[in-house]
């Protein structure tokens, strides 16, 4: 079943499924009032519109079914949290949230149809297409640079893979071919490479490799599980997160992709969800576990200044 459990156990684990301990929430500012980002239920997976303005993000906060055994639907608001507005609302699990470069549409994964199934939509919610309809695992996609294709990781070889298609869903083709799991792809800005997560030296690193698949290289060897990174707008580092599934702790860590230096702690006890950047490199977000559920916040790239997301 390569790694659809694991995958699983991290969006519950993202989810607030169990109870946090509330000392994490130190060094957090400010007062933080009721909003679809602090009521019942969790926030989590932060992704910053290109401009910078708008943040999506997944939330099963009131208004969402809860009586499902995993349901989340997607939400847009300020890069402040202010003004929530649900995007989906189909009673299933949306994720895998990724802006268009010009931020007009949004590609995330759905399971609406029975199996998860690669969708855009237009950045308001409304117009949402299927782009895979198969009978596979299609997830985790990512816009090229130009916006003409969608990087994404799917079941289709038998085991996780990357694969590339058009961003009308055409022509998908596999970029890696392994009998091990690769995932979480994202394009670099320049559009020459693509970072991703594999276990094909024994546990989950993070890799890089050229658009076109070749020249595959590992940036991370710990024994934790490395997840989701994200290249910082000027393509020089990558964030992740990294911890393990025993204890259900989670750092957030950023690397040099072309250094010899090793991964340096950016924030410690964060949930497992995707970290992002704001396009002009001054801002990070991510998720973290307060009182048993998932809040965003936001801090400076070097982890200083931790803010949560929940400004009304």
Not at 179 to 197: E, H, L, N, Q, T
Not at 263 to 291: A, C, M, T
Request: glycine share 10%; charged share 20%.
């Amino acid at each position: 079943m390569w790694r659809a459990i694991g995958l699983l156990m991290v969006f519950l684990a993202a989810c607030g499924g169990e109870n946090r301990p509330a000392s994490e929430s130190s060094n957090v500012e400010g007062e933080v009032p009721t909003s679809v980002l602090t009521a019942p239920g969790s926030a989590t997976h932060p992704a910053v519109s290109p401009d910078g303005s708008r943040l999506a993000f997944m939330s099963n906060a009131p208004g969402v079914a809860v009586d499902l055994p995993i349901n989340f639907e997607i939400f847009v608001s300020t890069t402040e949290g202010s003004d929530p507005v649900k995007l989906t609302d189909n009673q299933v699990f949306d994720a895998d949230i990724a802006w268009s470069p010009n931020g007009g549409r949004i590609a995330f994964k759905s399971y609406q149809d029975g199996n998860d199934e690669i969708y855009v939509m237009n950045a308001d919610g409304s117009g949402a297409s299927n782009l895979t309809q198969n009978e596979h695992s299609d997830f985790q996609p990512h816009w090229s640079s130009d916006g003409t294709l969608l990087v994404f990781g799917s079941d289709r070889n038998g085991q996780g893979d990357i694969f590339l298609m058009n961003a009308d869903g055409s022509d998908a083709r596999s970029l890696t071919r392994t009998p091990y799991s690769d995932s979480s792809p994202r394009w670099s800005p320049d559009g020459r490479r693509i970072a991703f997560v594999s276990d094909r030296d024994g546990n989950d690193d993070v890799y890089v490799m050229d658009r076109s698949g070749a020249n595959v290289r590992r940036l991370t060897s710990s024994p934790d599980a490395d997840w989701s990174p994200r290249w910082s707008p000027d393509g020089t580092t990558l964030l992740f997160i990294s911890g393990n599934f025993s204890e259900d702790r989670w750092n957030l860590l950023a690397l040099e992709v072309d250094g010899d230096s090793d991964p340096q702690l950016i924030v410690e006890g964060v949930d497992s969800g995707n970290p992002s950047w704001h396009p002009g490199g001054s801002k990070i977000f991510f998720g973290r576990y307060i009182d048993g559920e998932s809040r965003l916040f936001s801090s400076r790239p070097d982890g200083s200044d931790i803010r949560p997301l929940a400004r009304d």
